[in-house]
């Protein structure tokens, strides 16, 4: 009788499982925004844009609402976010919604916001505001390297981002042992060779339009970057391409 009670208990046990994981974390994934509330309420982001969170493996958490990328040291124990440190932010120049957007999002992560993880959806509240996401992987699959256009979002020197107006004009499409595109000025054409994730651009043929002002700058970012052995890595929409000297970064056009 004993025994079967333990059973009984056992399986009572088993049975009342809501799927949510008391020992479940958000490290070492990433997740994108689905909705916002405030106060009980739809916040509407800037138009084309999600939040990102990302927990690395090695502690950090890296955000984004569509703009700058900012990141420190962040604890997830006893389901609070709590960073440690000040948080280190790229300096894009960023639309004023979009600036807004990122002292919005700065705001709450800073503010020792909760989270609850169940499977793949995370809530991370802070006061009256809840930020729900989900994972990555599922939210936005990653693409094709081959087939997609990618359409350049920023250029990369050293430590720091930029991005040139009209930047969503210059592209590339990838196709085995070919790459075409276009600077927003000039359409180019050329050889790549490939290796385990690293891409090698020989020279690029390119059309002789003149580019004034910001066009030429922009096309001589992207020629001059486009040059080389880079390593290369499709997260969801995003391409990210890196050498010694820097590299791009490039979102894919729907």
């Known amino acids: 009788m004993i025994a079967l009670a333990a059973t009984m208990l056992l399986l009572a046990g088993c049975g009342q499982n809501t799927g949510t994981d008391a020992g ?14 405030e106060d009980g309420k739809p916040k509407q982001l800037a138009p084309k844009t999600r939040v990102r969170l990302q927990f690395t493996d090695d502690g950090r958490l890296v955000a984004d609402a569509g703009c700058n990328s900012m990141q420190t040291k962040v604890s997830t124990e006893d389901g609070r976010l709590r960073l440690d440190g ?21 705001g709450i992560i800073s503010a020792k916001p ?3 993880l169940d499977g793949n959806k995370l809530d991370v509240t802070a006061g ?4 729900s996401l ?8 990653d693409l094709a390297v081959d087939g997609t256009k990618w359409a350049l979002s920023s250029v990369i020197t050293g430590e720091a ?8 004009k210059a592209w590339i499409t990838l196709n085995g042992e070919r790459v075409t595109g276009s600077t927003g000025c000039n359409d180019f054409q050329g050889v790549v060779a490939r290796s385990t994730g690293k891409l090698t651009f020989g020279e690029l043929d390119t059309t002789r339009r003149a580019c004034p002002g910001e066009p030429a700058t922009l096309e001589s970012q992207l020629l001059k970057g486009l040059h080389g052995e880079m390593t290369y890595q499709v997260t969801g929409s995003k391409l990210r391409l890196r050498s010694e000297a820097g590299g791009l970064d490039f979102t894919a056009v729907r």
């Open 161 to 168: 981002a930029s991005h040139l107006a009209g930047s969503e």
């Open 24 to 37: 479940a974390s958000p490290v070492g994934k990433t997740f994108l925004s689905t909705a916002v509330t």
């Open 114 to 116: 909760t989270w609850k």
């Open 134 to 141: 989900t994972d990555r992987k599922v939210a936005e699959p």
């Open 86 to 106: 000040e948080l280190a932010s790229t300096a894009m120049g960023c639309p004023g919604p979009q600036h807004g957007q990122d002292q919005w999002l700065a």
């Open 128 to 131: 009256s505001t809840t930020i």
